[in-house]
Structures are given as C-alpha cells and as structure tokens.
C-alpha cells in the first residue's frame, strides 16, 4: 500500500499570503496520479486538482498543483476567506489512498 | 447535474448489520466506478470500497468479508451492505464517482454510521 505523508499537520497564515502544501508517497505514484481535495467543517471533500496538475471543474486559478513521483505540492496563491479548510492529497495509481490532511487555519 | 444523495446511516450494536444506499442522479451509476469513502469522528479520509463497470469490485482490507458493494441500475443506486460491525466503523460514509476509478470528482453528503451497544 502506498502511504501517503502530508505536512506540515496545521498550516496557519493570513488572508493573502502563500499558502505552500505538500504530500510524500512512500513509493512512486507513476502517471502522476495523484488528486488534491478540500474539506470544509460539516461538508463533503470537494475535488480541486488531479493527475497532480490538473484544475478541476471550476476550481479557481489560485489553486495549483506540481510534483511527480513522490513528492507533490498544493500551492495557493493568495488565500482567500473561504480557502481556509483542510485539505487532503490522495493517489491512484495503485489502489486508492489518502493522507492524513492539513489544516489551512487563519493566523 | 450530478447528485448523489446517501442514506440508511444510523445507530446500531456490535456485530449487526446496515445498509446504505446512495441514490444518483445526473448520470448512470450502470457506467461508471462508483465509491464508498469514509470518514471517522475528527479523523482523515478512508477508501471502503469501488464497483466497476462489469460488477467488478475492491475493498479496503479492513472490510474485506464483511462489506459487501452493489448497485442497482433500474433504480440508478449505489449501495454498501455491512455486516459484522464494530465500534471501529463508526464513521460517516460518503459516497463518490471515481472518473475513469481515478479521481474522486463527485461526493454525496455523506450518512452517519455509529456503532455502539
């Protein structure tokens, strides 16, 4: 089973400022398949990127996403209000697993 | 638009049985991977299990034997029977569309199982 290790745990920052995520595979996750969600307290996760650069339907361009093999990164440009969530990597190149999160909290 | 709406979470004892059903909308459940994720109080994300196109289907190993995915076409519905629950299945499950048993690109709510005597 391929584990993936997101960090850092909690992420806290300003409205505006960078935010920087990251997600290490403890194999390679080949083909690159490798997707970003975001979840929101009392919601469902929301898909944002996936095949690890993708954007996903209406996702708004702030949101990027990088890496191969087994280091991927969630980048968001500039932080607005609603961004402030935890978000989970996952992959599935083989089988399907997630991280444990990252929680993106207002400093 | 696509929606998925599950149900039939609720309170039940060690060792009995549920089952959840997801009712779609928007597309055809028939074509495409469909799954069963959940979440444990304050915990992260846990894959359950998919279903292929074919009836062709993966657990997590931690359900292995005691879950069982479906679906039922005429009634475009997802469902997981579960059996021989335990404290450690309380989560709430959601269900999702898996693109291609890829990327995860629809989630319905989600319904609250808890297990406990």
């Known amino acids: 089973e391929i584990v993936l290790t997101q960090s850092p745990g909690t992420l806290s920052l300003s409205p505006g400022e960078r935010a920087t995520l990251s997600c290490s595979a403890s194999q390679s996750v080949s083909s690159s398949y490798l997707a970003w969600y975001q979840q929101k307290p009392g919601q469902a996760p929301r898909l944002l990127i996936y095949d690890a650069s993708t954007r996903a339907t209406g996702i708004p361009d702030r949101f990027s996403g990088s890496g191969s093999g087994t280091n991927f990164t969630l980048t968001i440009s500039r932080l607005e209000p609603e961004d402030f969530a935890v978000y989970y990597c996952q992959q599935y190149t083989s089988s399907w697993t997630f991280g444990q999160g990252t929680k993106v909290d207002i400093k | ?117």
């Open chain 2, 1 to 117: 638009e696509v929606q998925l709406v599950e149900s039939g979470g609720g309170l039940v004892q060690p060792g009995g049985s549920l089952r959840l059903s997801c009712a779609a909308s928007g597309f055809t459940v028939s074509t495409n991977y469909m799954t069963w994720v959940r979440q444990a109080p304050g915990k992260g994300l846990e894959f359950v299990s998919i279903i292929y196109s074919g009836d062709y289907t993966s657990y997590a190993d931690s359900v292995k034997g005691r879950f069982t995915i479906s679906r039922d076409n005429s009634k475009n519905t997802l469902y997981l029977q579960m059996n021989s629950l335990t404290a450690e299945d309380t989560a709430v499950y959601y269900c999702t569309r898996a693109v291609g048993g890829n990327q995860f690109d629809h989630w319905g709510r989600g319904t609250l199982v808890i297990v406990s005597s």
